[in-house]
T-cell receptor, first 114, second 109 residues
Framework: IAGITQAPTSQILAAGRRMTLRCTQD?????MYWYRQDLGLGLRLIHY???????GKGEVPDGYSVSRANTDDFPLTLASAVPSQTSVYFC?????????????FGPGTRLTVL | GQNIDQPTEMTATEGAIVQINCTYQ??????LFWYQQHAGEAPTFLSY??LDGLEEKGRFSSFLSRSKGYSYLLLKELQMKDSASYLC??????????WGAGTKLIIKP
């Protein structure tokens, strides 16, 4: 399957629990991104990785961590979930982090923290 | 701060033309993107502008004026399947995309 997959599709989580959202791409893209999308707000960048082995913080990184052990996978972890982390999470990838390279998005994970 | 403004919602008629505007104030500019997002789905790429002027791609065109911090997306011969949200995003000096909240386009028969 070509493209980006995310798991789970949706999840309801109790506050305080740890959760890892998975993201895998098979396009051999170097750059990967995690965004959250909330009603009335634009997509906001949480963390990014320009290449395997490196990660960086985006606009809203607090409460989230990422790792990039290989090219294909870019998991996002919520160490101790809080209700404000209720959102739709999108993973994206691009060939490189250059401005001319389009970002392609996964189908998203809808997360509810109670 | 960085800001992307676009109308929250627009309504148009099937077969007509609609223009969705986007104004931006960002720290640096490395290009402007338009994405389409159907309800419950992922955003998909529509267009990219980095130089002033009009880029045409089938029924969709995108215009950029860097001096005015302004872009628009023009959709012609509207079809019901064009009902979606249209997201404007600017790549800033850190090569990160700054996103507008999106314009929900409603197409009426």
């Amino acid at each position: 399957i070509a493209g980006i997959t995310q798991a789970p599709t949706s999840q309801i989580l109790a506050a305080g629990r740890r959760m890892t959202l998975r993201c895998t791409q098979d396009m051999r893209h170097n750059a990967m991104y995690w965004y959250r999308q909330d009603l009335g707000l634009g997509l906001r960048l949480i963390h990014y990785s320009n290449t395997a082995g490196t990660t960086g913080k985006g606009e809203v990184p607090d409460g989230y961590s990422v790792s990039r052990a290989n090219t294909d996978d870019f998991p996002l972890t919520l160490a101790s979930a809080v209700p404000s982390q209720t959102s739709v999470y999108f993973c994206a990838s691009s060939r490189t982090s250059a401005s001319t390279d389009t970002q392609y998005f996964g189908p998203g994970t809808r997360l509810t923290v109670l | 701060g960085q800001n992307i403004d676009q109308p929250t919602e627009m309504t148009a008629t099937e077969g007509a033309i609609v223009q969705i505007n986007c104004t931006y104030q960002t720290s640096g500019f490395n290009g402007l993107f338009w994405y389409q997002q159907h309800a419950g789905e992922a955003p998909t790429f529509l267009s990219y502008n980095v130089l002033d002027g009009l880029e045409e791609k089938g029924r969709f065109s995108s215009f950029l004026s860097r001096s005015k911090g302004y872009s628009y997306l023009l959709l012609k011969e509207l079809q019901m399947k064009d009902s979606a949200s249209y997201l404007c995003a600017v790549m800033d000096s850190n090569y990160q995309l700054i996103w507008g909240a999106g314009t929900k386009l409603i197409i009426k028969p």
